[in-house]
């Protein structure tokens, strides 16, 4: 693929993954009762593992030698790995909405903080205003006088996923630079999924045998998994980390979306302002004025 048009396309990539992953809250709440927000996360990134390892040896492009860093391969299977218990604990405490809402807008914070340290990766100036415009939309799209639904535990478990999450994305960040996608997914996934096992041993998986049961965690292994996390691995391997991150705020703007459409839920006017200033500062992240030196010298889907 051409570099300015994998440039063009990145934006794109990272809303598509962005809008798989709205799905995730909705469907662990479609879920049959006994499911448990640990064995949803870990039964989606087994799944998921196998999926792209099956792809890569078909491919034939899973050889790994001596040019892996470990430290940053270590530290993206754990972002991966703390995610999928944090967020969907989370979730489970405070409702879809507002722990999609707490994660994901920290998660660009903590990002963009991070890459400038650890990266020296300064955000480009739309950034910060495409952020605060975002983050302040996300924070009226829900009605604050639902207070039963608010979990101050559950509030902190949306942090910190949104913490591991920001970690991920910037351990991979080294790892794109090297590696393509598929490899780097398939191994990643591979380390969380025999990270999250005991899980699946310790806890009740039943809800797994019934229909409804298989249905969400094929969805979420398939689709929210290995296809989202492809597709924003191919957008983070030429945007800025922060960049990045920032453009998966429309997570919480597909998860409202299906809650309205799904759940049948009601919104303010309020949370109708939040929609259109998230969305507004999607559309500023997605606009491309110019390209980056980095993926000028090298970008690979």
């Not at 639902?146 to 991920?168: F, H």
Request: charged letters at 10%; hydrophobic letters at 55%.
């Amino acid at each position: 693929m051409d570099t300015k048009l994998k440039i063009t396309m990145a934006p794109v990539f990272v809303l598509l993954a962005s809008i798989l992953w709205g799905t995730t809250g909705t469907a662990q709440a479609l879920a049959p009762d006994l499911s448990n927000p640990l064995t949803v996360g870990a039964a989606r990134i087994t799944i998921g593992a196998v999926t792209m390892l099956l792809i890569t040896l078909y491919r034939g492009t899973l050889k790994l030698d001596k040019s892996w860093p470990i430290v940053a391969t270590l530290l993206s299977a754990l972002g991966i790995t703390a995610y999928q218990l944090l967020f969907f604990t989370a979730v489970s405490k405070t409702g879809v909405a507002i722990g999609t809402v707490v994660t994901m807008g920290s998660a660009p914070v903590i990002a963009g903080f991070l890459a400038l340290v650890v990266r020296k990766e300064k955000p480009e100036k739309k950034w910060y205003y495409a952020t605060i415009i975002s983050i302040i939309g996300m924070l009226l799209l829900f009605d604050p006088s639902n207070g039963e639904k608010v979990n101050s535990s559950g509030i902190l478990l949306a942090v910190g996923a949104g913490l591991a999450y920001a970690v991920y994305a910037l351990a991979s960040k080294q790892l794109l630079e090297k590696h393509s996608p598929d490899v780097i997914l398939a191994v990643l996934f591979s380390i969380s999924a025999i990270l999250l096992s005991p899980l699946l041993l310790i806890y009740e998986t039943a809800w797994l045998m019934e229909p409804r049961g298989i249905l969400v965690a094929l969805h979420l292994g398939f689709f929210a998994t290995a296809l989202a996390y492809f597709l924003f691995s191919s957008g983070l391997a030429v945007l800025p980390v922060s960049t990045a991150v920032s453009l998966t705020l429309a997570e919480p703007l597909t998860a409202t979306f299906l809650g309205i459409v799904l759940i049948g839920e009601r919104l303010i006017l309020t949370s109708y302002i939040g929609l259109t200033l998230l969305l507004t500062g999607l559309i500023i992240l997605s606009v491309r004025r110019k390209s980056f030196k980095s993926a000028q010298k090298k970008a690979s889907f």
